[in-house]
């Protein structure tokens, strides 16, 4: 992290002003988005104190403060980041990796959604960068241990969507058994087909789910209610919703299942995960939806599954490659085996709308904004996905030459004898640390501070070997 870098986050003594705003309270209050499945070990103990506090303290004048927003964020998000001053250039799409560098060198905080690569290379130039919103569940977009070793924290929106892509899944589950997609196409080209061959009930169906997480499990409760019975399969052993079983390997469920759905996200384990060998694995006559990620999928695996009968019907959300923004990009110059998929019978194809609905999109934009003005405001990391969360008890305006200092370090021995070395001038009032891998993360709230002295505490973090990004709020 060049100094460049630092310079636009330190305080600068001349352009100081304490600014006071309600506002933040106002957009409608934090919460903070905690996995019912995750480990989180840090409990928001001063959460209800921070929620009561009458006045929240900025750290400084955030006007200075600037926002990328690509893939159409939505409007809820917009505003909370607009209402606290902040400088906010937003664009429809995501923006060719060219484009994306010269716009990113520029500014503090980048919005994304599931389609802008944030790759060690786009983030090298982000000089100025503190913080990443992926306003989606998936991160797989970002190169989030890297960005971490640069200091750079990154949230997403760990729920949000995830109704909505269980109602999509199970909509298509009867979508396909009924093959509604090709009789509305022919209606559309003027044909009555009234057929019953090859059409079937959902009740009394086995579907089976690959990722039993938040997605999965909620599908697991709707197809229940729909009659039909759940298998799944997870790499890690879930209790079980309604009468649901997991099923100890993949193999099993593929077996078993007359509808099979993906619910896993993007790793070097999921690439490929259903390709030749596991359609063959498949019943004769079962169906296919995948609304995880394009990788996890061999598509022409799938596309000779579809043709030999093997699999009686398929939906697809996702692909490998996805255009960037809307228009006729869906070819095959896109993926080469776009012509092909498209001339199969009972498939659906939809433009990776899993969690694009009003309610998703609103609750994501108010989740994942909230979050990164809490993290530029105030320094805390409470569900970042690659950062270790840290949180204090807001500072107040009863305090008024307190001064926090957030300080982002390489996890090695000796960084917090130096930190308090430098601090212990001051009477620190809270302190609180953690480390995840080779990043840590020490913020500590200090009073008695000069206003002349600040800048002195910040360059003397930042001289300590180990540091990563010093920033000093009050
Ligand atoms: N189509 C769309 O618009 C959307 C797609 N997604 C995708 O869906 C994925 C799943 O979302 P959530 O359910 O919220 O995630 P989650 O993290 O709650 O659940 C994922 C589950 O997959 C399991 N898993 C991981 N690797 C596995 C493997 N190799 N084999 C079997 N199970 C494995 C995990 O243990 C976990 O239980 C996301 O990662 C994202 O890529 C998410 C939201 C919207
Ligand atoms: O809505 C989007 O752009 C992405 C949805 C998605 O795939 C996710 O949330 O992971």
């Not at 926002?67 to 060719?96: A, C, H, M």
């Not at 193999?251 to 790793?267: I, K, M, N, R």
Request: hydrophobic share 40%; proline share 3%.
């Amino acid at each position: 992290m060049g100094s460049e870098a630092r310079d636009i986050v330190a305080p600068k003594l001349e352009t100081i002003s304490r600014t006071v705003s309600n506002s933040f309270t106002k957009a409608g209050s934090f919460s903070y988005s905690i996995s019912p499945t995750s480990t989180f070990h840090s409990p928001p103990s001063s959460l209800e104190a921070f929620r009561q506090s009458a006045k929240q303290l900025k750290p400084f004048d955030t006007k200075d403060i600037k926002v990328l927003l690509l893939e159409n964020v939505n409007q809820t998000g917009r505003d909370i980041l607009k209402e606290q001053g902040y400088q906010v250039e937003f664009y429809k799409s995501s923006l060719p990796e060219d484009e994306l560098i010269e716009k990113i060198r520029d500014v503090h905080v980048v919005g994304i959604r599931s389609k802008t690569k944030l790759t060690s290379r786009v983030l090298r130039e982000a000089k100025n960068l503190i913080v990443i919103g992926c306003f989606c569940i998936g991160t797989n977009q970002v190169d989030l241990k890297y960005a971490a070793s640069q200091g750079i924290a990154v949230f997403n929106s760990p729920f949000s969507n995830s109704r909505s892509v269980a109602e999509l899944v199970i909509g298509e589950i009867i979508a396909l058994a009924r093959q509604i997609g090709d009789r509305s196409n022919e209606m559309h080209a003027g044909t009555w087909n009234k057929v019953s061959s090859g059409s079937w009930e959902i009740r009394g169906k086995t579907l089976g789910i690959i990722g039993y997480g938040h997605i999965g499990s909620q599908l697991s409760v709707l197809a229940e209610a729909f009659g039909m019975s759940v298998i799944y399969y997870d790499v890690v052993n879930l209790m079980a919703l309604g009468t649901a079983k997991q099923v100890s390997s993949l193999e099993d469920l593929l077996s078993g299942a007359d509808f099979v759905t993906l619910h896993v996200p993007e790793s070097p384990e999921t690439k490929n995960m259903i390709g030749a060998k596991e359609i063959e694995q498949m019943k004769n006559g079962s169906y296919l939806i995948n609304a995880s990620r394009g990788s996890v999928v061999d598509i022409p695996a799938l596309i000779e599954g579809m043709r030999s009968r093997k699999i009686a019907g398929a939906a697809l959300d996702v692909y490998p490659n996805e255009p960037a923004g809307n228009g006729d990009y869906f070819n095959s110059e896109l993926n080469t085996w776009g012509d092909d998929l498209r001339k199969l019978k009972n498939i659906i194809l939809t433009p990776h709308i899993g969690g694009s609905t009003e309610e998703a999109q609103s609750a994501i934009g108010v989740e994942v904004a909230s979050a990164l003005v809490r993290y530029v405001n105030e320094g805390a990391t409470l569900a970042s996905v690659n950062m270790p969360e840290v949180n204090l008890r807001s500072l107040t305006m009863d305090e008024p030459n307190h001064v926090r200092v957030t300080f982002i370090h390489r996890n090695v021995p000796g960084v917090l004898r130096s930190v308090n070395k430098i601090l212990g001038d001051h009477n620190v009032d809270k302190q609180m640390t953690d480390s995840r891998g080779e990043v840590a993360y020490l913020m500590a709230d200090i009073s008695d501070v000069n206003q002349n002295e600040i800048k002195a505490i910040w360059a003397d973090l930042e001289g300590i070997s180990a540091c990563i990004r010093t920033r000093v709020l009050y």
